[in-house]
């Protein structure tokens, strides 16, 4: 199947990270879905990559599993298959100590972060073993979260080491319908999310300290080496930061 006619789903495409992939995957030849809850970013990441009418924008709120099976009921309506799935949509929620964390919090983190990729990958699996042909790849954003925490971000950390299992799990119990997942650790992508870095962060020894930022077009590049890979190849884990942020070695 080439590259022109493969269908690709990324969550969160509006801004960021998000947009970033969306914007190499179109230059790259996919077809490209771009989720989100606010239309107009949708709208605003398919006009600057020029996608025309290979981009496509969707509403979804990926905490909501009915919205989410809505979704995917739509694309395989529109397209007959799904090829790949970048489960990128997150949020971070305001930083504090454990004790400090408000059960709310800890919700909103779980539910978007956790559950919402959960909803999406069971969507995309289900869709691409039923697929002819069969088959397809999930790529997960686990963030360097999913290895090592900074202060005061249990909610994000905690679903972030979740999706490591989830990654492994569902790499696993793809095997047998030629579904693939891997997963991108990223670190200080230069974002509206990480946007203080360069100001200076809270770190692991209480002072706050400015941390370099890399450009997001490199996530996007990354993204799509993994996706251009056959499925009988798959980059299960990648990690991609900004060269000298403190995340190598103690600090």
């Known amino acids: 199947m080439s590259k022109d006619s493969k269908i690709a789903l990324v969550t969160g495409g509006g801004t960021g990270v998000g947009r970033a992939v969306a914007t190499s995957l179109l230059e790259g030849g996919y077809r490209v879905i771009v989720v989100g809850r606010r239309k107009e970013k949708l709208e605003e990441t398919l006009a600057a990559a020029d996608a025309g009418d290979r ?20 694309i395989e309506k529109r397209f007959g298959r799904l090829d790949l799935l970048f489960n990128n949509a997150g949020i971070f929620t305001p930083g504090a100590p454990v004790g400090d964390i408000t059960p709310e919090d800890w919700r909103k983190a779980v539910d978007v972060n956790l559950n919402g990729v959960f909803y999406c990958t069971r969507a ?38 979740a999706i490591t299992g989830l990654t492994k799990s569902t790499s ?50 990354a993204v799509r080496h993994m996706a251009d890979l056959p499925l009988d190849a798959n980059v299960q884990f990648m990690t991609i930061m900004a060269t000298t942020m403190p995340f190598i070695g103690r600090g």
């Open 55 to 74: 981009g496509l924008a969707l509403t979804c709120d990926v905490s909501d599993p009915d919205q989410v099976e809505a979704l995917f009921a739509e």
């Open 124 to 161: 995309a699996f289900n869709l691409m073993r039923r697929q002819d042909p069969q088959g397809g790849r999930i790529i997960n954003n686990g963030s360097i979260s999913a290895t090592a925490p900074r202060p005061g971000s249990a909610p994000y950390t905690t679903t972030k080491h």
């Open 172 to 221: 696993l119990d793809g095997r047998p319908f030629n579904i693939a997942c891997g997963q991108i650790d990223i670190g200080n992508a230069a974002t509206p999310m990480t946007e203080k870095m360069p100001e200076g962060v809270p770190q692991a020894d209480g002072s706050v300290k400015p941390e370099p930022v890399m450009d997001a077009r490199h996530v996007g590049e």
